[in-house]
């Protein structure tokens, strides 16, 4: 059994990396606005799979106008990465002005809900949208890095088979490593940064030391949705086919990544969502193996989900994070 | 308008009268035009007119018992129309029960279970695996499937084991706050789809996606119960039952920790309220209003699949919480029906009438834009424009006001008594 969980190794591997680098960055997207407001934005998943189809739509359009083969490909990504993450990080000031800001006051409870509605209205626009272009809510985007190469993990030892990888994983990999130094550059160097590293301590104190919160809120917004936005066209490249209803769950797991590394720990999230994203590879490769043949790879979510549950339980700080007590 | 209404106000005999000339003319109206779904949801509308009455509480609850075992089941009875208004009223029905379920762990205790139709799922599959052969499987001694008399016994059991996972689901969850809780809970209701989806394999036990085909017919001494006409009086009495126990909760010593621990939890522990405990309890009553109606769903629909217990039932469910009123008995009720209707009749009946009306080429109207498929918009707006602007909800929640005089003088006679009679059992112990 060790035999053939460490011949499947190298690919559970890079699989796992290239999901996990996925769960990353849209669990920064929740990690921050949780580390500011405290609030779980649900819709966040759905920012994601906005931009999955913002992105999609684009590269269909430019190969429909002949632009996709005049210009290099990867230029061509660079420019529908930088249009889409625009467009999403105004959606997230936006939806934050909407339906967030207007409660900040209120219980709790109050906002979650008003959380959970826009992602249920969200899902629904992009279905609706799509489906009346196209006649179909699944889309399926230009194919485009196809090339294969492997890595002779066997070379190193004969215990472990090759692992083969496309250049989509290559490029999503080397963007995503991008936006996370980028980011950690953003928060802990710059002035802004600073101001909102001073808003998640204590939103009144900073706002008394002239820091205008509103500001630092809708930039958070911006920054996190941005990157959810990009990691969507990262991902409907290197998956191919994307439908509406791809962000609830695939943002529920980022949560739980963002949870893993301790919610509002910017460099947690990252370590969680890699972490994450190998553990589900491993359990959807071994998972059959391991338990006899009795749980497939059908359980993989189940196994994320516990995770959750487990980390909630013996760990709610999280890996990285910090205790809090509760004052009265 | 406003004259006529400061009359009414006050006046119960004239708010009497015109109450009974609404029923006389809605269920006259159904009686005579039976095709028109408009005159049945009228005659539904006059138990939203009562509810605004003076009228005693037992008046009340008398009007609404006529109006609700006779008048609707005789004056639909005679038209083509019969079953599929029954087939409404049942689904509302159940969907009541369900909501007034989560009413208690969202509305009185404070706990956003966004995974609750799993629970639904758990009381259908208790009935649905044991009233077809599936049982037969690993089930080691008896023969299935059981016969339809087993049902009455099965709503109990139903009952008993949602509850049972509601505690197991709450036990984790306790350490969890707020906001998290939710997440869980959402996991939680996906975990229990998804097993339920793939337990056909080592053990055939749910039949994964095929579902459960043919579950028995309820029984009761030979006579079955195959027609949603008969389905609604079962509803219809779990309804009452369920209604009555989540009257007496509410302003019950339970009721009164639910909302302690909802507007604060570390206060609420400071006075000596057990916290596990009562939020368990929210869990446990909660789900297992949700267990019985799954049971009574299964045998419903003689079929049951893991494609009826997706999220977006969860959230419709939260839906009709949020839209009748956290924590009002009558919000959610009014909150649950308006969703439902919404759902099975008005959405379906639009889509139906543009459909025609772009096939006279009226209009051109797309396919992706039908209301039937808008559901998650719809929710979705609801949720947001009540959060942001009624947070309160439709019908918003109540709480009995004492007066304070008559209090302390019953409480000083009271505490007279006692003393007199009975001793302190901390000391003999």
Same mark, same amino acid.
């Given at each position: 059994?060790?035999?053939?969980?460490?011949?499947?190794?190298?690919?559970? =591997?890079?699989?796992?990396?290239?999901?996990?680098?996925?769960?990353?960055?849209?669990?920064?997207?929740?990690?921050? #606005?949780?580390?500011? =407001?405290?609030?779980?934005?649900?819709?966040?998943?759905?920012?994601?799979?906005?931009?999955?189809?913002?992105?999609?739509?684009?590269?269909?359009?430019?190969?429909?106008?002949?632009?996709?083969?005049?210009?290099?490909?990867?230029?061509?990504?660079?420019? #529908?990465?930088?249009?889409?993450?625009?467009?999403?990080?105004?959606?997230?000031?936006?939806?934050?002005?909407?339906?967030?800001?207007?409660?900040?006051?209120?219980?709790?409870?109050?906002?979650?809900?008003?959380?959970?509605?826009?992602?249920?209205?969200?899902?629904?626009?992009?279905?609706?949208?799509?489906?009346?272009?196209?006649?179909?809510?699944?889309?399926?985007?230009?194919?485009?890095?196809?090339?294969?190469?492997?890595?002779?993990?066997?070379?190193?030892?004969?215990?472990?088979?090759? /692992?083969?990888?496309?250049?989509?994983?290559?490029? =999503?990999?080397?963007? $995503?490593?991008?936006?996370?130094?980028?980011?950690?550059?953003?928060?802990?160097?710059?002035?802004?940064?600073? /101001?909102?590293?001073?808003?998640?301590?204590?939103?009144?104190?900073?706002?008394?030391?002239?820091?205008?919160?509103?500001? $630092?809120?809708?930039?958070?917004?911006?920054?996190?949705?941005?990157?959810?936005?990009?990691?969507?066209?990262?991902?409907?490249?290197?998956?191919?086919?994307?439908?509406?209803?791809?962000?609830?769950?695939?943002?529920?797991?980022?949560?739980?990544?963002?949870?893993?590394?301790?919610?509002?720990?910017?460099?947690?999230?990252?370590?969680?969502?890699?972490?994450?994203?190998?553990?589900?590879?491993?359990? /959807?490769?071994?998972?059959?193996?391991?338990?006899?043949?009795?749980?497939?790879?059908?359980?993989?979510? $189940?196994?994320?989900?516990?995770?959750?549950?487990?980390?909630?339980?013996?760990?709610?700080?999280?890996?990285?994070?910090?205790?809090?007590?509760?004052? #009265? | 308008?406003?004259?006529?209404?400061?009359?009414?106000?006050?006046?119960?005999?004239?708010?009497?009268?015109?109450?009974?000339?609404?029923?006389?003319?809605?269920?006259?109206?159904?009686?005579?035009?039976?095709?028109?779904?408009?005159?049945?949801?009228?005659?539904?509308?006059?138990?939203?007119?009562?509810?605004?009455?003076?009228?005693?509480?037992?008046?009340?609850?008398?009007?609404?018992?006529?109006?609700?075992?006779?008048?609707?089941?005789?004056?639909?009875?005679?038209?083509?129309?019969?079953?599929?208004?029954?087939?409404?009223?049942?689904?509302?029905?159940?969907?009541?029960?369900?909501?007034?379920?989560?009413?208690?762990?969202?509305?009185?205790? %404070?706990?956003?279970?966004?995974?609750?139709?799993?629970?639904?799922?758990?009381?259908?599959?208790?009935?649905?695996?044991?009233?077809?052969?599936?049982?037969?499987?690993?089930?080691?001694?008896?023969?299935?499937?059981?016969?339809?008399?087993?049902?009455?016994?099965?709503?109990?059991?139903?009952?008993?084991?949602?509850?049972?996972?509601?505690?197991?689901?709450?036990?984790?969850?306790?350490?969890?706050?707020?906001?998290?809780?939710?997440?869980?809970?959402?996991?939680?209701?996906?975990?229990?789809?998804?097993?339920?989806?793939?337990?056909?394999?080592?053990?055939?036990?749910?039949? %994964?996606?095929?579902?459960?085909?043919?579950?028995?017919?309820?029984?009761?001494?030979?006579?079955?119960?195959?027609?949603?006409?008969?389905?609604?009086?079962?509803?219809?009495?779990?309804?009452?039952?369920?209604?009555?126990?989540?009257?007496?909760?509410?302003?019950?010593?339970?009721?009164?920790?639910?909302?302690?621990?909802?507007?604060?939890?570390?206060?609420?522990?400071?006075?000596?309220?057990?916290?596990?405990?009562?939020?368990?309890?929210?869990?446990?009553?909660?789900?297992?209003?949700?267990?019985?109606?799954?049971?009574?769903?299964?045998?419903?629909?003689?079929?049951?699949?893991?494609?009826?217990?997706?999220?977006?039932?969860?959230?419709?469910?939260?839906?009709?919480?949020?839209?009748?009123?956290?924590?009002?008995?009558?919000?959610?009720?009014?909150?649950?029906?308006?969703?439902?209707?919404?759902?099975?009749?008005?959405?379906?009946?639009?889509?139906?009438?543009?459909?025609?009306?772009?096939?006279?080429?009226?209009?051109?109207?797309?396919?992706?834009?039908?209301?039937?498929?808008?559901?998650?918009?719809?929710?979705?707006?609801?949720?947001?424009?009540?959060?942001?602007?009624?947070?309160?909800?439709?019908?918003?929640?109540?709480?009995?006001?004492?007066?304070?005089?008559?209090?302390?003088?019953?409480?000083?006679?009271?505490?007279?008594?006692?003393?007199?009679?009975?001793?302190?059992?901390?000391?003999?112990?």
């Amino acid at each position: 059994m060790l035999a053939e969980i460490l011949q499947s190794l190298p690919q559970v =591997l890079v699989d796992g990396i290239a999901l996990g680098a996925i769960y990353a960055v849209i669990a920064l997207g929740y990690t921050m #606005v949780y580390g500011i =407001l405290e609030l779980i934005n649900f819709a966040h998943g759905e920012i994601f799979m906005t931009g999955a189809f913002i992105g999609v739509a684009m590269l269909i359009l430019m190969t429909g106008m002949g632009w996709l083969a005049a210009m290099p490909a990867v230029l061509a990504l660079i420019l #529908v990465l930088v249009v889409t993450s625009i467009l999403t990080g105004f959606m997230g000031v936006g939806i934050e002005r909407m339906a967030y800001r207007p409660l900040r006051n209120s219980p709790k409870l109050i906002t979650l809900i008003s959380a959970i509605g826009v992602s249920f209205l969200l899902q629904d626009l992009v279905r609706f949208i799509t489906e009346y272009k196209r006649g179909n809510y699944i889309l399926t985007g230009p194919s485009m890095f196809n090339e294969k190469f492997s890595i002779k993990f066997s070379s190193i030892s004969s215990s472990f088979s090759d /692992a083969f990888f496309k250049t989509s994983t290559l490029i =999503l990999i080397v963007a $995503v490593v991008i936006m996370m130094v980028g980011l950690d550059f953003f928060v802990n160097k710059t002035k802004w940064g600073m /101001a909102m590293r001073a808003v998640a301590q204590d939103r009144e104190t900073a706002s008394l030391m002239s820091i205008n919160v509103n500001k $630092v809120i809708s930039l958070t917004f911006f920054i996190g949705s941005a990157l959810g936005g990009a990691t969507g066209v990262l991902f409907a490249v290197q998956y191919g086919t994307i439908d509406p209803y791809i962000g609830f769950i695939l943002g529920l797991k980022a949560f739980t990544a963002a949870v893993l590394g301790g919610i509002g720990n910017i460099r947690g999230a990252m370590a969680g969502g890699l972490m994450l994203g190998i553990l589900e590879m491993f359990a /959807a490769a071994n998972l059959q193996l391991l338990t006899g043949g009795i749980f497939g790879a059908e359980y993989k979510d $189940v196994f994320a989900f516990a995770i959750l549950i487990i980390v909630l339980i013996f760990k709610p700080e999280g890996l990285f994070g910090k205790a809090v007590t509760e004052k #009265v | 308008m406003q004259k006529l209404t400061s009359k009414l106000k006050g006046n119960k005999m004239a708010q009497m009268i015109l109450l009974v000339l609404y029923v006389l003319v809605t269920s006259l109206s159904l009686y005579l035009a039976q095709a028109s779904v408009t005159a049945f949801l009228l005659l539904l509308f006059s138990l939203l007119i009562l509810y605004y009455t003076e009228l005693p509480d037992r008046l009340k609850w008398l009007i609404a018992g006529v109006v609700l075992i006779g008048v609707i089941p005789f004056v639909s009875s005679t038209g083509p129309g019969y079953q599929s208004y029954m087939e409404v009223a049942t689904v509302v029905g159940i969907y009541v029960a369900m909501a007034l379920g989560l009413n208690i762990v969202v509305g009185l205790a %404070g706990l956003l279970d966004l995974g609750f139709v799993a629970f639904f799922a758990i009381g259908a599959y208790t009935y649905g695996i044991f009233a077809t052969g599936q049982a037969a499987n690993f089930m080691p001694f008896g023969t299935f499937p059981l016969t339809g008399e087993s049902f009455w016994i099965f709503i109990l059991i139903g009952c008993f084991v949602a509850a049972l996972f509601g505690v197991l689901l709450g036990i984790p969850v306790l350490r969890v706050k707020g906001d998290y809780l939710a997440i869980v809970t959402l996991g939680f209701g996906e975990i229990i789809r998804i097993v339920f989806n793939n337990l056909d394999k080592p053990v055939n036990i749910t039949n %994964g996606a095929m579902g459960l085909a043919s579950v028995k017919p309820p029984e009761i001494f030979g006579y079955q119960f195959v027609y949603p006409n008969q389905f609604y009086f079962i509803v219809l009495a779990i309804l009452f039952l369920v209604i009555l126990a989540v009257r007496r909760f509410e302003f019950s010593k339970i009721g009164r920790s639910w909302k302690a621990v909802r507007e604060n939890e570390i206060a609420a522990q400071s006075v000596g309220i057990h916290l596990v405990r009562t939020k368990l309890l929210a869990f446990a009553i909660g789900a297992s209003f949700s267990g019985m109606m799954g049971v009574v769903f299964a045998a419903k629909q003689t079929f049951v699949d893991p494609t009826s217990f997706t999220l977006l039932e969860s959230i419709t469910i939260l839906v009709m919480v949020i839209l009748g009123g956290m924590g009002s008995v009558p919000g959610v009720i009014l909150g649950a029906a308006v969703i439902t209707i919404l759902n099975l009749q008005v959405l379906t009946e639009v889509t139906n009438y543009l459909n025609q009306l772009s096939l006279d080429g009226v209009i051109s109207f797309p396919e992706a834009l039908a209301p039937a498929k808008m559901q998650r918009f719809i929710f979705g707006a609801i949720l947001i424009i009540f959060a942001i602007y009624r947070p309160q909800g439709l019908i918003p929640a109540k709480n009995p006001v004492f007066d304070e005089e008559s209090l302390k003088e019953g409480s000083e006679k009271h505490r007279k008594e006692k003393i007199t009679v009975e001793p302190d059992k901390g000391f003999q112990a």
